[in-house]
């Protein structure tokens, strides 16, 4: 009896192949000194032949001697031959293996194959079906899954790079199939956040596919789910003046739902409804949350093509006014879920505020040289801010909307004039941009409820603090520092009674400082990335939320 080996030989004169077996680690194994005994079937392509029977070819035929393996080589005129007495390495078939063929193993994702087992035990979990990525054979599964072949029945389907190579003539189309194979086997590069993205899903059950596409831009929202209560928390706070703020140590809900960094978060201005919650993430979505109660989602938000860097309640606390990458500008009606107003930047947005005198009036500022005044009412810019700077970080207004201080990426070498420029609101005219004249930018602004000064985050890794009235000296003598800023955007504010300040870092860590000693009161490990945003709940005196890189929402209590 003879063992033979069959293949295809359609690509005999293509480029050439190293011979091997494919672990599950998908390294190359040499395995030409390895001569299995006759009949074991360590390969789906190993065919147990009778001795005398010939095997099909398309030019000619293969003989061998009985008592020797021999590997099918075709030559030019179709037939095989070997040296008498001499035992060749056996050949695996390429068009059988699942990982053999270069186009095979770069197609991603691929269906699991389909895992037999014996009728007489029940099926047990296993480790690499139910960990494995979308794309990863199991060795297991693709050995209990055989593969029988009979001569009556010999048709090997060829997958469609394999097919396509047969079609092409060697001579003619040469140059185009090596050139097809070179970039078939160039793997593009996934960057590191979305493979990290990609293994979250494959553990929590998701398909990648659905985790990389994101939600259809321009969806209708639904009317909000709100209760028409006010919550049973928040009601014993309602009558009293604000108490001492007290230093959240716990967890009270992780919000869990946004497939990518969270960039802003804010409470519900109005107290009564101070029990829902805001949150825009990059994943081109904003979701409104009830994370005093239950901690879930009450309504997701799809009406952005790209990603959503700042969302604002209204002032009324019944209106969400978001903009994006996508340099869209809408206004959402959460009771009936309708757009009172949709605009368009020519810039990217990156943050926006509401006048807090006339709500029907927003600032809005992003990667352009200037910064807009909106009316929702017409739908029209009324004001026009221009500065020569790149890109608007933050914005913050004072006097009771008179003034307004936008934050810049503008520095120089020496010092950093225009990074923090005051603006009079109505006449459009630049009052003073000698403000900050340190080189570092700053990320965010933040305004002491009770005092006449404001904050500013910096990329030094310390919170400045500076005077909130002409001519906006900074304080020399208070700053904030022990946390890392490392180029995110670090959000910074401070409690209802002023007494405490809490800002996010670049490590994952929360922490809060005392205003009047600019000591650190306490430092709280909540994230695995970096914490970009902070707030304080406007009533409940001990909650406090924070947003990561990673997407992640927490409350504190």
């Given amino acids: 009896m003879a063992s033979l080996v069959a293949y295809d030989d359609s690509d005999s004169e293509a480029e050439s192949e190293p011979m091997g077996n494919f672990d599950a680690a998908g390294q190359m194994k040499d395995t030409c000194d390895v001569v299995k005994p006759r009949g074991q079937n360590f390969a789906s392509g190993i065919l147990d032949v009778m001795e005398g029977a010939a095997l099909p070819t398309k030019q000619g035929s293969c003989e061998a001697p009985a008592g020797q393996h021999l590997p099918l080589v075709p030559t030019k005129q179709g037939s095989c031959e070997a040296p008498a007495g001499q035992h060749l390495p056996l050949a695996r078939l390429w068009r059988r293996d699942p990982g053999s063929c270069p186009s095979q193993r770069l197609q991603w994702p691929r269906t699991e194959p389909e895992v037999t087992f014996p009728t007489g035990e029940p099926p047990r979990p296993s480790l690499w079906t139910s960990h494995a990525p979308a794309g990863h054979v199991p060795l297991a599964a693709a050995r209990c899954k055989q593969v029988k072949l009979s001569w009556g029945t010999f048709d090997l389907s060829e997958p469609s790079f394999c097919a396509q190579t047969k079609s092409e003539t060697p001579g003619e189309n040469g140059s185009s199939l090596q050139k097809k194979r070179r970039e078939d086997c160039v793997v593009p590069y996934t960057p590191k956040r979305l493979r990290q993205l990609q293994a979250l899903s494959t553990e929590t059950g998701k398909s990648p596919d659905a985790e990389a596409q994101g939600p259809s831009a321009g969806r209708t929202p639904g009317p909000l789910c709100m209760a028409p209560r006010v919550s049973e928390f928040i009601q014993p706070y309602l009558d009293t003046p604000y108490k001492e703020t007290q230093i959240a140590r716990k967890v009270l809900f992780y919000l869990?739902?946004?497939?990518?960094?969270?960039?802003?978060?804010?409470?519900?201005?109005?107290?009564?409804?101070?029990?829902?919650?805001?949150?825009?993430?990059?994943?081109?979505?904003?979701?409104?949350?009830?994370?005093?109660?239950?901690?879930?989602?009450?309504?997701?938000?799809?009406?952005?093509?790209?990603?959503?860097?700042?969302?604002?309640?209204?002032?009324?606390?019944?209106?969400i006014l978001s903009g994006g990458f996508d340099c869209a500008l809408h206004l959402t009606d959460l009771e009936t879920g309708t757009q009172i107003f949709s605009g368009r930047s020519n810039f990217r947005v990156t943050t926006l505020k509401f006048h807090p005198k006339d709500h029907s009036l927003f600032?809005?500022?992003?990667?352009?040289?200037?910064?807009?005044?909106?009316?929702?009412?017409?739908?029209?810019?009324?004001?026009?801010?221009?500065?020569?700077?790149?890109?608007t970080l933050d914005i913050l207004f004072l006097q009771e909307g008179s003034e307004f201080l936008s934050s810049t990426d503008a520095s120089s070498r020496d010092s950093a004039d225009r990074t923090i420029i005051a603006w009079d609101f109505r006449s459009s005219a630049r009052i003073s941009n000698q403000i900050f004249h340190e080189r570092y930018t700053c990320p965010s602004l933040a305004l002491h409820p009770r005092e006449p000064v404001f904050l500013a985050q910096t990329n030094g890794n310390y919170l400045a603090l500076f005077s909130a009235v002409w001519p906006y000296r900074m304080s020399r003598r208070r700053r904030y520092e022990g946390h890392k800023v490392e180029g995110y955007s670090v959000g910074c504010e401070c409690s209802p009674d002023g007494d405490l300040l809490v800002t996010g870092s670049a490590d994952g860590r929360v922490l809060l400082y005392c205003f009047r000693t600019a000591s650190r009161a306490r430092t709280l490990h909540g994230h695995a990335q970096a914490c970009v945003g902070t707030t304080f709940h406007p009533v409940l005196p001990s909650v406090l939320a924070t947003c990561s890189w990673e997407g992640d929402v927490k409350i504190w209590h």
């Fill in 256 to 319: 869990r739902g946004h497939r990518g960094p969270v960039n802003s978060i804010q409470w519900c201005p109005v107290s009564s409804r101070s029990h829902m919650f805001l949150s825009a993430s990059m994943d081109k979505t904003f979701k409104v949350w009830n994370a005093v109660d239950s901690g879930s989602c009450l309504q997701t938000y799809s009406l952005h093509s790209e990603a959503v860097r700042a969302a604002r309640w209204s002032p009324c606390g019944q209106r």
């Fill in 363 to 391: 600032v809005c500022g992003g990667f352009g040289s200037e910064i807009k005044a909106w009316d929702v009412r017409t739908g029209k810019v009324v004001r026009s801010y221009k500065a020569t700077i790149q890109q």
